[in-house]
Nanobody, 126 residues
Framework: QVQLVESGGGLVQTGGSLRLSCTAS????????MGWFRQAPGKEREFIAA????????DYADSVKGRFTISRDNAKNTVYLQMSSLKSEDTAVYYC???????????????????WGQGTQVTVSS
C-alpha cells in the first residue's frame, strides 16, 4: 500500500507558474511509475505526465509538453510538477497517482493507476 499526498495548489494568474508536490509513503518501490492527472469540472480525468522512479524517464501529454515538467527526488520520495505559462484551461483539481510496473510501457489511463492522492486545486485566473 502506498499513500500519496499532494500539495502546492492555489490561485495563480494567467502566464504564471506553480509547482505541485506529491510525497509518497508506505511501501514505496523503485518499480513505481508516478503520474499526474487533472480533472476540470464536468470533464473526465486527464493524463498530464508520468515519471519512473528508477531512471527518471518521463512522458507528457501533448497539451502540456513544453510548459510542464515532471521530476522526482528519490531521497524525499517526492514527485514534482512544475507548471509554467499557465492558462485558464489549466484550472482543475490535480491528482498524483502511482502504479507498479515491470515493463517499459507508459500508462496514461486513469484505471492504469492503483494509488491516488486526494487532489489539490489549481485555479488560473485572468
Amino acid at each position: 500500500q502506498v499513500q500519496l499526498v499532494e500539495s502546492g495548489g492555489g490561485l495563480v494568474q494567467t502566464g504564471g507558474s506553480l509547482r505541485l508536490s506529491c510525497t509518497a509513503s508506505g511501501r514505496t518501490s523503485s518499480r513505481y511509475v508516478m503520474g499526474w492527472f487533472r480533472q476540470a469540472p464536468g470533464k473526465e480525468r486527464e493524463f498530464i505526465a508520468a515519471i519512473r522512479w528508477s531512471g527518471g524517464t518521463t512522458d507528457y501529454a501533448d497539451s502540456v509538453k513544453g510548459r510542464f515538467t515532471i521530476s522526482r527526488d528519490n531521497a524525499k520520495n517526492t514527485v514534482y510538477l512544475q507548471m509554467s505559462s499557465l492558462k485558464s484551461e489549466d484550472t482543475a483539481v490535480y491528482y498524483c497517482a502511482a502504479r507498479l510496473t515491470s515493463t517499459n510501457h507508459w500508462y496514461r489511463g486513469e484505471y492504469d493507476y492503483a494509488y491516488w492522492g486526494q487532489g489539490t486545486q489549481v485555479t488560473v485566473s485572468s
